[in-house]
T-cell receptor, first 114, second 119 residues
């Protein structure tokens, strides 16, 4: 079974631009969560999607948004990029919520904002 | 407020020795899960072990075991017989599982412990 894939792996953007990151979960998984990892703030939860619905959102500004498609693939978008958005963005998929459900992580997208 | 605390920023351990990584947590949710992940320099988060709040026995997975002390809100990871490939950042995480809207799909992570295994 293929693991969680994220594209692109590396991205360089300039301030003010927007960016879209993609995450393909493990086949059959319907929950996708996104995390931002920075040296200063550590790992922070962005949002979670389940069956095309955003069910949970972390404390991030509205510039961070996401969506999930009917095949469970998810995208996150960051508009009007700031230097502080430079980070490793990780997505994780899970088969379903309730009980023990391990979150399987992808390799991440490393975003650099210049 | 910080819900997961890892007090050891970094540790050196000799190959073949055991190492204990500390993790304390804070929650009022009676149902929760505790996770440990390993993150090599490549960046990918690798699941190691899970402990549910209602589990009676400490979890074990190969060379990994979790020392769960519920009353002390402690979930320390023990790695036995360390190997050079164990060098990585280790994260403790918690998911509150009462399934309120604030908990769906959300892992809360500690700051991590950098482990370096020396020959």
């Amino acid at each position: 079974k293929a693991g969680v894939t994220q594209t692109p792996r590396y991205l360089i953007k300039t301030r003010g631009q927007q960016v879209t990151l993609s995450c393909s979960p493990i086949s059959g998984h319907r929950s996708v969560s996104w995390y931002q990892q920075t040296p200063g703030q550590g790992l922070q939860f962005l949002f979670e999607y389940f069956s095309e619905t955003q069910r949970n959102k972390g404390n991030f500004p509205g510039r961070f948004s996401g969506r999930q498609f009917s095949n469970s693939r998810s995208e996150m978008n960051v508009s009007t990029l700031e230097l502080g958005d430079s980070a490793l963005y990780l997505c994780a998929s899970s088969p379903e919520t309730g009980g023990f459900n391990e979150q399987f992580f992808g390799p991440g997208t490393r975003l650099t904002v210049l | 407020a910080q819900k997961i605390t890892q007090t050891q920023p970094g540790m050196f351990v000799q190959e073949k020795e055991a190492v204990t990584l500390d993790c304390t947590y804070d929650t009022s949710d009676p149902s929760y899960g505790l996770f440990w992940y390993k993150q090599p320099s490549s960046g990918e988060m690798i699941f190691l072990i899970y402990q549910g709040s209602y589990d009676q026995q400490n979890a074990t997975e190969g060379r990994y075991s979790l020392n769960f002390q519920k009353a002390r809100k402690s979930a320390n990871l023990v790695i036995s017989a360390s190997q050079l490939g164990d060098s990585a950042m280790y994260f403790c995480a918690m998911r509150e599982e009462s399934m309120t809207t604030d908990s769906w799909g959300k892992l809360q992570f500690g700051a991590g412990t950098q482990v370096v295994v020396t020959p």
